[in-house]
């Protein structure tokens, strides 16, 4: 189970990089692309492999949380640096704080346990945290675009 994970985050990754090198001072576009390649790949996991995942593979959804923080910080630190340069994202927040924000966000909602209990996929957990977190950190320019 273990290698199989690696493995896709090691896809994923290659995906992300793909998107940022693509993109990299398009902020709409790289936005665009980074969450639908993220709804993409979070669309594969079924709520049997979450069930499965927290009842006989806790210590395993621990290295997963790792490697999706990793991303997260990456990748979208990233594109919201690149917004506030453009003035698409607010600049009286950190970055950083942002950043913090969503994974904080995404660590409490898009677990086996919380999406199992609120009767979600992963898919619609993650885009609904980063619905309201977005929402909140894009000006307005950044959302007409």
């Given at each position: 189970l273990e290698a199989v994970l690696?493995?896709?985050f090691?896809?994923?990754?290659?995906?992300?990089?793909e998107i940022t090198r693509a993109y990299p001072h398009d902020f709409p576009?790289?936005?665009?692309?980074?969450?639908?390649?993220t709804q993409r790949e979070l669309d594969e996991?079924?709520?049997?492999?979450?069930r499965d995942m927290r009842q006989k593979a806790p210590q395993v959804f621990k290295i997963v949380e790792r490697r999706r923080a990793e991303?997260?910080?990456?990748?979208?630190?990233?594109l919201f640096v690149e917004g506030q340069r453009t003035g698409m994202v607010r600049k009286d927040l950190p970055a950083e704080l942002m950043i913090e924000i969503l994974?904080?966000?995404?660590?409490a909602i898009v677990n086996p346990a919380k999406v199992e209990e609120?009767?979600?996929?992963?898919?619609?957990?993650?885009?609904?945290v980063v619905k309201v977190v977005l929402e909140g950190v894009i000006t307005r320019?950044?959302?007409k675009t």
């Open positions: 690696a493995d896709k090691a896809d994923v990754e290659a995906k992300l990089e576009a790289a936005l665009h692309e980074l969450l639908a390649n996991i079924k709520p049997p492999f979450v991303l997260i910080q990456r990748f979208f630190g990233k994974l904080a966000a995404v660590q609120l009767g979600l996929t992963p898919k619609t957990g993650f885009a609904s320019k950044g959302r």
